[in-house]
């Protein structure tokens, strides 16, 4: 079965950078998108930042030039690198999939959408203070 597995969270100053890190496994499909997503308490869950197998890549507007996404495809892993961290970035941060057709996970990471995605991890806390 599919298994997302984040990591790399922590507490850190408004302006610093942390890099979460998504190791994925037991995916049986060719084509993909994987993404990040985020969810502070009360609020609803919002799409970050997604890529596909070929390495387009698709991100929120509030982050940006702040926020970059990319995976080491030898190792199975995503990373979410963040930058100018701001207090409104703390939220626990998902790691996300969906294993289809070259253009169904084209479709998903432009989107942004977290109903599109079908395999979660489990969460990484991130919290930015003042």
């Known amino acids: 079965q599919v298994q997302l597995v984040e990591s790399g969270g922590g507490s850190v100053q408004a302006g610093g950078s942390l890099r979460l890190s998504c190791a994925a496994s037991g995916y049986t499909y060719s084509s993909y998108c994987m993404g990040w997503f985020r969810q502070a308490p009360g609020k609803e869950r919002e799409g970050v930042a997604a890529?596909?197998?070929?390495?387009?890549?698709s991100y929120a507007d509030s982050v940006k030039g702040r926020f970059t996404i990319s995976q080491d495809n030898a190792k199975n892993t995503l990373y979410l690198q963040m930058n100018s961290l701001k207090p409104e970035d703390t939220a626990m941060y998902y790691c996300?999939?969906?294993?289809?057709?070259?253009?169904?996970?084209?479709?998903?990471?432009?989107?942004?959408?977290?109903?599109?995605?079908?395999?979660w991890g489990q969460g990484t806390q991130v919290t930015i203070s003042s």
């Open positions: 890529i596909g197998k070929n390495g387009r890549t």
């Open positions: 996300a999939a969906v294993f289809s057709s070259s253009w169904y996970s084209d479709y998903v990471c432009r989107q942004l959408s977290h109903a599109d995605f079908n395999y």
